[in-house]
């Protein structure tokens, strides 16, 4: 998963899915599941630092500015997500806005009460 999303940021292994697929598309056309890829990095990364992670829920919203990944869990894990400062979410939304960048979308990512 993780050495997924960093070729996909780095733009390494789109000739490699552009051969496997053979038609020519880069590997964010040929895929056509990238925001499904960037909620199971979402997922993976807070299902990672929480104590609870079966009560963790994900849900991608539609909105006019672009898409919206949404993180729902409990609310002693907030902090754990959040991070000192807004250090880890500012983090992880870096990533996701980076790797929607260069497919030319917006995503954000927010943390629901």
């Keep these: 998963m993780l050495k997924a999303l960093l070729n996909f940021l780095t733009g390494n292994g789109s000739a490699a899915k552009s051969a496997e697929t053979g038609n020519g598309k880069t590997g964010s056309q040929a ?24 009560d963790v829920s994900i849900r991608t919203e539609e909105t006019e500015e672009g898409c919206s990944i949404q993180i729902s869990c409990r609310k002693e894990d907030i902090g ?18 980076g790797a929607a960048g260069r497919q030319r979308k917006r995503v954000s990512v927010e943390v629901l009460d």
């Design 31 to 54: 895929s056509g599941g990238s925001l499904h890829d960037l909620e199971g990095f979402v997922s993976y990364v807070v299902c990672a630092l929480v104590d609870n992670p079966g």
């Design 80 to 97: 754990k997500i959040v991070g000192k400062r807004g250090k880890t979410i500012m983090a992880i939304r870096s990533l996701v806005s």
